[in-house]
């Protein structure tokens, strides 16, 4: 299955064995870059002199035998929200410009302390907010199985990166299904981890009580090498779990007998989902049965208000996080304001896309005064509700199988002038992030030559059984291992 350059554990065993060295990989994945990346926009900024440079010490480490960790020496790409001392951050927003981070996010503290190799950042919707990748000042990123359709979002550059084998690995952020959707729509695989696994120290907020940091690979094996790397506690992230990371190499015991998949009803009847999307999922869960696995149906009664309670939800608390970017202290600047009060006004005007606008403006719409109630407390309400059907769906069963998307990757320009098709495009992927649960996407087949994901959900820090479904699922097929054509 893997020629040398294909996974991350190719990549490790091709760096243990000699076969390869880090200054290799590193010119492998900016050749790479260069080929592919002026049609596919998911690279925003290459750091191809540091990493070069970064990758000579890796391998000068590896001949000492002072190796800080299995993955030292291997290229991996960061969604642009999360911050790396010395580089710029533009959450692709204009107001960021020109912003250089003083500090290190604990994902890159982390990545580093293992001796990856931070290749740069990937395109994004602004500030996270987006479901194609489409809401940039960078211009949109470009599906890699067609460039004519979006690669999902708002990590999509990120997805598109790993889909074109630019790198193995890169991390994105998952608010309302960020990382597995683009995942879907790539062909790739994506975690979003419970809540609280990793720091969010680091990460531009979008809605602080919903956004996590994951990552794409191409299998679960990947996966859990790249958690394992970015997980744990840290104090600075008050959310931040204190349970120990449990090793998630060793979960993919290769066993799922007598696993119990729950199907929800309300997912496969859902109007709008694609028939084939439908069918490619349920033969994925077919195969998970045929390893051992018994599939049971379960009832998530709510799911048809997880689209509006998240929409509530994300928004208000963007409009408070945004609130920071005024002008003063970051990024872009108006100039020639008269006062102070039109230097903040010219600056968010100018700086802030029309998403970011709209979205500020409802969340400071359902907090305010009169509709709080009626909005605001409303979806928190729903929100309760949508975690405790999870709860009584997992006291049936130990994972939940639905697709990942209802469809697969529209067309560029489909459902930008209609932002209400493109919100319910998350309608599978929203409630996990209201409820604080993991979620998984893996590749289960095509559908018009277009990758269609299966979504697997799991008890709140239960990564282990998620991955092991997950490389039970790819064991037995090859869908992984399926690559776009077409780009150079
Ligand atoms: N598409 C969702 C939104 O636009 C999710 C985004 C995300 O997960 N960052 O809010």
Redesign the pocket.
């Known amino acids: 299955m893997d020629d040398g350059a294909t996974s991350l554990v190719a990549q490790r065993d091709a760096l243990a064995s000699g076969t390869c060295s880090s200054a290799e990989l590193i010119d492998g994945a900016i050749d790479r870059h260069d080929q592919t990346n002026a049609s596919l926009n998911a690279v925003l900024g290459l750091r191809a002199d540091a990493a070069r440079a970064e990758a000579k010490e890796s391998d000068v480490r590896r001949a000492a035998g002072e190796l800080r960790s299995s993955i030292d020496g291997i290229p991996i790409l960061l969604k642009d929200n999360m911050v790396q001392r010395g580089e710029p951050t533009t959450c692709s927003s204009r107001i960021l410009e020109g912003y250089v981070s003083p500090y290190d996010s604990c994902v890159v503290e982390k990545l580093q302390a293992a001796g990856a190799i931070i290749m740069g950042r990937t395109n994004?919707?602004e500030f996270?907010?987006?479901?194609s990748t489409e809401n940039s000042v960078h211009g949109a990123a470009h599906n890699p199985w067609d460039l004519e359709r979006a690669c999902g979002?708002?990590?999509g550059g990120s997805a598109a990166s790993v889909a074109a084998g630019i790198t193995q690995a890169a991390l994105g952020?998952?608010?309302?299904?960020?990382?597995r959707?683009p995942a879907s729509f790539c062909g790739v695989t994506g975690i979003k981890p419970t809540y609280g696994r990793v720091s969010r120290w680091g990460l531009v907020a979008?809605?602080s009580s919903?956004?996590q940091i994951g990552c794409f690979t191409h299998t679960a094996q990947d996966a859990a090498i790249v958690l394992q790397t970015i997980a744990g506690h840290d104090e600075r992230d008050s959310t931040s779990i204190p349970d120990a990371v449990p090793d998630y190499s060793a979960a993919l015991t290769g066993d799922i007998r007598g696993l119990k998949v729950g199907l929800p009803k309300e997912c496969f009847e859902t109007e709008g989902t694609d028939p084939e999307v439908q069918e490619r999922v349920r033969a994925g869960i077919a195969e998970l049965e045929a390893a051992g696995a018994e599939a049971v149906e379960v009832n998530l009664p709510h799911t048809k208000y997880g689209v509006a309670a998240?929409?509530l939800i994300?928004?208000a608390e963007a409009s408070s996080n945004l609130a920071r970017f005024d002008g003063a202290r970051y990024g872009h600047r108006a100039s020639g304001a008269k006062d102070l009060k039109e230097m903040y006004e010219r600056s968010r005007s100018e700086g802030f896309g029309a998403?970011v606008k709209r979205?500020i403006m409802l969340g400071t719409y359902v907090l305010s005064a009169g509709y709080f109630d009626a909005y605001y407390k409303k979806a928190q309400q729903v929100r309760t509700l949508l975690r405790q059907d999870f709860e009584s769906a997992f006291a049936k069963c130990d994972v939940i199988a639905t697709p990942t998307s209802p469809e697969v990757a529209f067309k560029l320009g489909e459902k930008t002038e209609d932002p209400i098709s493109?919100?319910l495009?998350?309608v599978f992927?929203?409630s996990a992030?209201l409820a604080g649960i993991p979620g998984v996407s893996v590749p289960c087949g095509t559908s018009a030559n277009l990758p269609v994901g299966l979504q697997l959900l799991g008890r709140v820090l239960d990564e282990e059984t998620l991955l092991r479904t997950a490389d039970v699922f790819q064991q037995r097929t090859d869908h992984h291992t399926d690559r776009p054509g077409g780009i150079a």
């Open positions: 994004m919707d996270a907010m987006g479901s979002g708002s990590s952020s998952d608010t309302g299904g960020s990382i959707q979008y809605a919903l956004d998240y929409y994300a928004t998403e979205r493109m919100y495009s998350d992927t929203v992030n």
